[in-house]
């Protein structure tokens, strides 16, 4: 006897348990997916800015000495002011409309790297002033600059207990650490590769994965 037979609608005859979950976790999947950050454009656009800007600063120490330090010192400058406008835009294009821990969670992040480099850039300026060597501000400048990157991702992939980005911080601390022991001008490379360089390693490696889950039945 069919399901027409005793009454029952077709489409209710048969309830696949295997079929319901798999579409409640797409489902689910596809929400968190809307609601998260795409850390493959943050890291991407992270990477480029400090690949691009240590890089410029490296270059003018090295082989462009001939560019006043003050325009590579803008180049950086300006890298990093485009990572972070492409965040902030990002962040809040993704909570508009939102309330609760999440959304809240987002902007003290956001607000933290403002927070952060505006005191590297006082204490940068209040150390030309006072004297100290320009390469030791240089350098100054560009380590405290990586110090507050790696910090705020150590520290938000704690809270939100995300490895990836706490190895991503750990190694940006550690790249940190190895330029300020070799000093100038090669810190600007290791800083350059290195910092960049793990940003973008974690937008590849994030990629990847997203593809490897696309192909999956």
Known sequence: MTAEDDGRPAEDAVFDPAA?????????????????????????VWGLALLAGYGCLYLQRTALSGIPPAVAGFAMFL??????????RHDIRLNRGLRG??????????WAYVGGFAVVGV???????GGVPEQLVWLAFAG????????????????????????????ILAADALALAIGMPHAYLVLSLG????????ATLLTVRRAARARRP
């Open 20 to 44: 319901s979950r798999e579409l409640i976790e797409r489902q689910r999947d596809l929400a968190a997916h809307e609601l998260a950050p795409d850390w493959r454009l943050l890291y991407g």
């Open 79 to 88: 890298a990093l002011l485009a990572a972070l406008t492409v965040t902030t």
């Open 101 to 110: 821990p999440s959304a809240l969670a987002g902007a003290r992040i956001g």
């Open 123 to 129: 204490v940068a300026l209040s150390l030309y002033r």
């Open 144 to 171: 405290l600059s990586l110090l507050v990157i790696g910090m705020v991702a150590m520290v938000s992939a704690a809270w939100e207990h995300e490895r990836l980005r706490f190895g991503l911080g750990a190694w």
């Open 195 to 202: 910092g960049g360089g793990g940003f973008l390693a974690a």
